[in-house]
Structure formats: C-alpha cells, structure tokens
C-alpha cells in the first residue's frame, strides 16, 4: 500500500473516531436515525471539529517522527561525529559538531552552502563535518566520489566549494575539470575516485542516513539534534543557545 492509501485510511479512521465520539455524547434512549442526523448536522454546522482534530493528528504524527528520529540519531551519535570518512570543512578541533547530510545535485543544499560558509567563517569552535549522499542525479555519485578523491591529497574543502561555485551543468568532464584546477594529481585523483576506500566512505554515508531516517536533504545534525533548515538565521540561533549552555 502506498503512503496516500495509508493516509486516507488513517483520516477515514480518524473521522469514524470523531463520529463515535460524537454519537456517544447523545443520549443513549435516542433512536440511532436520529442519533445520525444530529452527528451529521453537528459535523456540517462544525467542520472545524473534523480539521481541528485531522491537524494535531497530523502533529501527532510529527512528534512521533521527531521522537523516533532522535532515538535513532541518539543511538547513532558516535558514527555521526566521530567517523574518520567523514571530510571536515571546519575548525577540526571545534566543541560544536554540525554535521551535514547533502547531495552535490541538490538545489537546496547549494542554497545551504552559503549560510554554511558564513557559518564556519563566523564560528571558529564549530566543527562541520559533510557526508555525501548520491540519489538526486546520476551525476551526484561522481561529483561525491570525485571530492573523496580529492580529498586524499588534502584538498576536499576546496573541491567541495568548486562543485557548489560551478557555473554550468555538473558533468563528469566538469567535475574533471574543477579539480584539475586545484592543481591535483589527475592519475592519482582517477585512481582514488575508483577505490575501495572512496567506495566503502559513501556505503558508510548511505548506510548512516539510512539509520537515522535522513529521508531528505540537506539534513543538518548539530550537536546531537536533527536540525531541519537551510536559514542561516535559525543555525546561528540553534548554535548560540548551545554556546550560551556550555
């Protein structure tokens, strides 16, 4: 069954509920016609009621997500900010750990990527860490596995703006290109690109998002706490209330 189905049997569900609740307010010697008539014209002089308890279903359901997707960030916490794969873009040594789930083909991560500068450029003990995920466009893979590689010869942080500074569209020859001008060594960049240790790095990054439910990107976890946003307003927020904690 597909999610629509699963919704509107969830809302049908949720409707009955409202109807029996109503129906059990009436007095039990009323005849069940009329019972039903009052329900309905309750409901049709009311509609509220039904929106009204449709919405903190529907926010009921978020809590839940919410709830259930820290659990699995709590449980996996060690993996999200200690993994030796994962390129670091910040100060290395940073007390705050923001971590970015993304995919170099995603229109709202390169919305993202400026706030981020800024955010690093602003916030020297912040530690941001960037882990590639590859399902937004068949170039998404290559351009992930092409800052690996560059990455292996110290260069990831500046492959990673290259990409999202890249005028044009992203291809396999461009990607190729940006990283030329780095001043990389091409048959050493080819070799890591294709390697065992670029490939297990990405497995690890799929495999994590997988667990911790990153259903979408961007997808930012500071400090231990899923952060859905790309406003830089609202991270530097989130980080000053952590600063202020400490």
């Known amino acids: 069954m597909n999610k629509n189905g699963s919704l509107f049997i969830s809302i049908a569900a949720l409707v009955l509920s409202i109807v029996a609740v109503i129906m059990s307010l009436k007095t039990p010697a009323a005849p069940e016609v009329a019972q039903s008539a009052d329900v309905e014209e309750t409901l049709n002089n009311n509609p509220e009621i039904i929106i009204n308890a449709m919405q903190k279903y529907e926010q009921k359901l978020r809590d839940q997500a919410l709830a259930n997707a820290q659990k699995m960030i709590t449980d996996n916490l060690d993996a999200i900010n200690n993994d030796p794969n994962t390129p670091v873009i910040g100060n290395p040594d940073g007390s705050i750990m923001l971590v970015e789930f ?10 993202l990527y400026p706030a981020l500068k800024n955010i690093i450029a602003k916030n020297p003990d912040v530690k941001v860490m960037v882990k590639s995920l590859a399902f937004v466009s068949p170039t998404s893979q ?4 092409a800052a690996l590689a560059a990455g292996e010869q110290g260069k990831y942080a500046e492959m990673y703006s290259a990409l999202f500074e890249m005028e044009g569209e992203m291809t396999e020859a461009s990607i190729d290109a940006a990283a030329a001008g780095l001043g990389l060594d091409m048959e050493k960049y080819k070799a ?17 998002a997988g667990k911790i439910q990153v259903n979408g990107v961007p997808a930012l976890v500071l400090n231990g706490e899923m952060l859905q946003t790309i406003d830089e307003n609202v991270i530097q927020d989130k980080i000053n209330e952590i600063k202020a904690a400490q």
């Open 102 to 111: 993304f995919d170099y083909s995603c229109g709202y991560c390169h919305r």
């Open 192 to 208: 890591d690109l294709n390697s065992a240790k670029v490939e297990a790095a990405m497995s690890g990054f799929s495999d994590l």
């Open 142 to 145: 290559y351009a992930a596995k």
